[in-house]
Nanobody, 126 residues
Framework: QLQLVESGGGLAQPGGSLTLSCEVSGFGVNYYAVAWFRQAPGKEREGVSCLTLRDSSTWYADSVKGRFTIARDVAKNTTYLQMKNLKLEDTAVYYC???????????????????WGQGTQVTVSS
């Protein structure tokens, strides 16, 4: 059983930055990718970014490409999502999730995780 704990959410102004963290603990379940999803009120869940652990390859949604960066600290078993140049439409609850691979289809990240966290709120407002 894995436990995922997100942190780092909060309030930011448009153009500002936040860095989210996802710490993974537990054992007994192998995973090979860590992904970030988000869900805004009244909207469908959206895949934001994904990191394949084997080769550190990354995937980003078009909506965040060039602004968000996913990275992992192996020693801390923590995956980060650095968010820059935040926009109002980035407001959402952000979830991290583990999976066997980054499930991308039709340029979208598919939600089918092995484990996921409780989420952290990101609010972008002036």
């Amino acid at each position: 059983q894995l436990q995922l704990v997100e942190s780092g959410g909060g309030l930011a102004q448009p153009g500002g930055s936040l860095t989210l963290s996802c710490e993974v603990s537990g054992f007994g379940v192998n995973y090979y990718a860590v992904a970030w999803f988000r869900q805004a009120p009244g909207k469908e869940r959206e895949g934001v970014s994904c990191l394949t652990l084997r080769d550190s390859s990354t995937w980003y949604a078009d909506s965040v490409k060039g602004r968000f960066t996913i990275a992992r600290d192996v020693a801390k078993n923590t995956t980060y999502l650095q968010m820059k140049n935040l926009k109002l439409e980035d407001t959402a609850v952000y979830y991290c999730a583990t999976d066997n691979f980054c499930r991308v289809a039709l340029r979208r990240l598919i939600w089918s995780p092995t484990s996921w966290g409780q989420g952290t709120q990101v609010t972008v407002s002036s």
